[in-house]
């Protein structure tokens, strides 16, 4: 069957024949080599010769440009020579261990650099299909990342594309070998771009999906929902994102108990909770709020769903006896009704993507076709229609699943060790090039409700790729702020605005994951692999190219009313954006929160653009007035990146871009002029750790600058001064707070101040504050400011 078949999803370019020029081997050999670039060599074996030249769901271009190598043959062994690997292969034998092997340039083990086909390579991980029913940690698969310097993808049986919009199997026979070698050393962030090369880069995100997403498994009704968004606009807490569960369509109904299914897919809206189902999602959108809808598509099309009879149309299916319509995405004819007769009129009222909540495992009914890759691919390019930024919302169903952000994750455990993997798990994703999950913030189910957690769950949530609020079926489970006690709800709030504030760096950052290859979380050692602290903090991560987030995921100590987190700081200076405070890097520490803090730090010369208002609204738009928050001590630049949404990818997208650049010699922060845009905006900068005095004479650790409406073709200038310094921190002014809410003796209290507030040297202050009696808590929460 033609292309026609599928038109127009069947609109998916691929470029999976190689240049001849990048391959030794083939036609009547039964190896094949690919030189797809310097560091990833495809490597093939066909008993038949028959290699394969479709595109598999993992590799879709492989017409890469072909880079310098040489081969030499001799005596029966096939070298194949490039700047980054010298493969060495005896030729004509099976692939095995000694007959196949890769040495990588560098020293990257203890022994030596060399890869054997076959061996377990030692791969830092990828990410996982799911965290469903996950209390901690799980396994993750693998990645393209590896500290002995080379890894491997096997791509022998994954699913292919038949060249005509559509999916299909391996060739039949035993003993093939389809396998990709990664040898990029230590450069992570090289391996993930051969990756993207490979693979096709992760897609321009909408600027609304970097908002807040809510979230609630729970039986709304229009009102309901609607009074809820009303009330978060009360309390000035922003949305982007609405999220509808299973209940918009009917799933108790008499109907669906007598057909002897689950009713967890459905198509029929449930009019007793939705009686106008288009104004309900009119409503929503003028709140400006996109609208996700939640589809198990598993047990197909029932006979009391308002759609049957139009499917039955659509698929020739025989209503004399009201069977039901078989849920099969691997039939071309179902996938096309799928879409057009069975989603297009929800979507027509408003519905603007699927949360495709996939519970039927991995198999269809043709062998080697996973059908969650299936809906995947084919809800994004569907979405791609009727949508310039196209999103779909699912699980992750292996390599190559980020070309379909946003990733659904599943339903976890709701307790502290289901959060302490979470950093991890977001930041190992990019190994494998996976770079936008989302998960339920604050954990799904079971547990026990604790203020503390699901206050530090959402401050993860605010510095994650999404940030949704999720909840399972249950009266107590919930999210909104106003459910937990005084304290908590007046934190969640200020981070939820914050998340807001932040789009202006995130959608920059979207960008550059779009066109740099460069995930939003990444794990330390990407920045820093030769330092083996790095591999030491797997929670802690880059956020963007600015930030470093240390994430706190275990409770406070009660007496102290603090939490700890550790990290590791590498070598500059750099400041908390949150609290001021100034630390040397280089070294581990031990950082202490109150719960209304959270450890985000940025290093000298870094500038992070925020929307400047405090209490941002829904939808997540380019904002009228932006703060510049800018840390001195180093050069620096910043480029902000906006667009007017227009552009399918980003490609073709119109870019907004304003350079900002500071200089430290002259202490200068320029705005230069804008290109693309033409409206002039208010412009504020906070000079982090630089003492001010505000207008009541306290003193702050920042100084604010206002300049006002600042015209997008001048831009500005301001000048602090030769060589400006960030400050020494106030160690008194950061203990005292510490002391005074501590719940310990009076006397302690005393001792500790005496040594703090004391004129001796700090390594005698250090020695005398071992020597007092206080827990390790309090200790380290005390000399974190002395040793900063």
């Known amino acids: 069957m033609g292309e026609s078949a599928l038109s127009p999803r069947s609109n998916f370019p691929v470029k999976p024949i190689a240049n001849p020029q990048a391959i030794v081997g083939g036609g009547s050999h039964k190896y094949r080599f690919t030189v797809l670039t310097d560091g990833l060599l495809r490597y ?192 000035k807490i922003p949305f982007s994102v609405a999220v509808i569960d299973m209940d918009w369509h009917i799933t108790d109904d008499p109907k669906v108990q007598a057909s002897g299914k689950t009713g967890w897919t459905g198509y029929t809206w449930n009019k007793k909770l939705f009686p106008d189902p288009k104004k309900f999602l009119s409503a929503l959108h003028e709140k400006k709020l996109r609208v996700t809808v939640n589809d198990h598509p598993a047990d197909g099309v029932q006979n009391y769903e308002d759609l049957y009879p139009a499917m039955a149309k659509a698929l020739s299916h025989s209503t ?140 993860f949530g605010c510095f994650s790729p999404i940030l949704r609020l999720h909840s399972s079926v249950s009266q107590w489970t919930r999210k909104e702020p106003w459910t937990y006690g005084v304290e908590a709800e007046k934190v969640m709030t200020e981070f939820l605005r914050f998340r807001h504030r932040l789009i202006p760096y995130l959608y920059t950052m979207n960008v550059k994951a779009a066109t740099e290859g460069i995930p939003l979380v990444r794990p330390m050692y990407w920045e820093y692999p030769e330092e083996d602290e790095a591999y030491k903090v797997p ?127 002259d202490g200068t922060l320029s705005i230069l002029s804008s290109v693309g845009h033409s409206e002039d905006r208010v412009w504020t900068v906070r000079f982090l750790a630089f003492r001010d005095l505000n207008i009541r004479g306290k003193q702050e650790h920042f100084k604010r600058v206002n300049l006002g409406k600042v015209p997008a073709d001048v831009g500005a200038k301001i000048t602090l001064g030769p060589n400006p310094e960030l400050i020494q921190n106030d160690v008194e002014a950061f203990i005292r707070p510490i002391l005074v809410d501590a719940q310990i003796r009076f006397d302690l209290k005393e001792d500790i101040w005496k040594v703090v507030a004391g004129k001796a040297p700090v390594t005698q202050k250090v020695s005398s504050l071992l020597a007092l009696e206080m827990s390790g808590d309090l200790r380290d929460a005390v000399l974190e400011y002395v040793l900063a």
């Not at 199997?169 to 396998?179: C, E, K, Q």
């Not at 209490?615 to 180093?634: H, K």
């Not at 949404?645 to 010699?665: E, L, N, P, V, W």
């Open 539 to 665: 929670n802690q991560y880059l956020f963007g190219t600015k930030l470093i987030v240390i994430p706190i995921t275990a409770p406070q100590d009660p007496k102290l009313r603090m939490a700890r987190t550790k990290g590791w700081l590498p070598p500059g200076r750099y400041v908390d954006i949150f609290s001021g405070a100034v630390y040397e890097g280089d070294r581990f520490l031990s950082l202490s929160r109150k719960l209304d803090q959270y450890p985000v730090l940025a290093k000298s010369g870094s500038i992070i653009p925020l929307d400047a208002s405090t209490e941002p609204g829904n939808g997540g738009e380019n904002p009228d007035s932006i703060e510049i928050l800018v840390v001195i001590g180093a050069d620096g630049e910043f480029e902000l990146i906006e667009d007017d949404g227009t552009g399918s990818s980003a490609k073709d997208c119109t870019f907004k871009r304003t350079s900002i650049k500071y200089t430290q010699a």
């Open 44 to 235: 093939e074996w066909a008993p038949d010769t028959q290699f394969e030249d479709r595109a598999s769901v993992f590799a879709i271009n492989r017409d890469l440009p072909v880079p310098e190598f040489r081969i030499i043959n001799k005596n029966g062994i096939l070298e194949i020579i490039t700047q980054k690997f010298h493969l060495t292969y005896e030729e004509g034998h099976e692939f095995s261990a000694s007959s196949l092997s890769a040495g990588v340039n560098g020293n990257f083990s203890c022994h030596s650099s060399v890869w054997h086909y076959g061996e377990v390579c030692g791969n830092m991980g990828g990410t996982a299909r799911t965290l469903d029913e996950v209390d901690g940690r799980c396994a993750l698969g693998p990645g393209v990342v590896s500290r002995n310097g080379y890894t491997t993808i096997d791509d022998s049986v994954s699913m292919l594309f038949d060249g005509y919009g559509f999916v299909a199997t391996r060739r039949p026979g035993a003993g093939r070998v389809d396998g990709y070698l990664f040898a990029y050393g230590h450069d992570y962030a090289g391996a993930v771009k051969a990756l993207y090369a490979l693979s096709e880069n992760q897609p321009l995100l909408p600027r609304w999906a970097l908002g807040n997403w809510w979230s609630r498994y729970y039986a709304y009704s229009d009102k309901e929902y609607l009074t809820l968004m009303d009330k978060f606009e009360e309390e």
């Open 320 to 459: 004399e006896n009201n069977d039901p319509i078989h849920f099969d995405i691997t039939d071309r004819n179902f996938l096309n009704a799928f879409f057009d007769v069975l989603h297009r009129p929800i979507e027509d009222q408003g519905v603007d993507f699927w949360w495709v909540d996939w519970q039927q495992g991995s198999h269809s009914r043709i062998p080697g076709i996973d059908p969650l890759w299936v809906l995947n691919h084919f809800h994004f390019l569907d979405n791609a229609l009727h949508h310039e930024r196209p999103l779909t919302f699912s699980r992750y169903a292996g390599p190559g699943s980020h070309r379909y952000p946003v990733g659904f994750s599943g339903d976890t455990i709701v307790t502290w060790d289901s959060l302490a993997f979470q950093p991890e798990f977001t930041a190992t994703a990019s190994n494998i090039g996976y770079g936008w999950w989302s998960h339920d913030i604050g954990g799904h189910m079971g547990g026990v409700k604790d203020d503390e957690m699901a206050t530090r769950w959402l401050q």
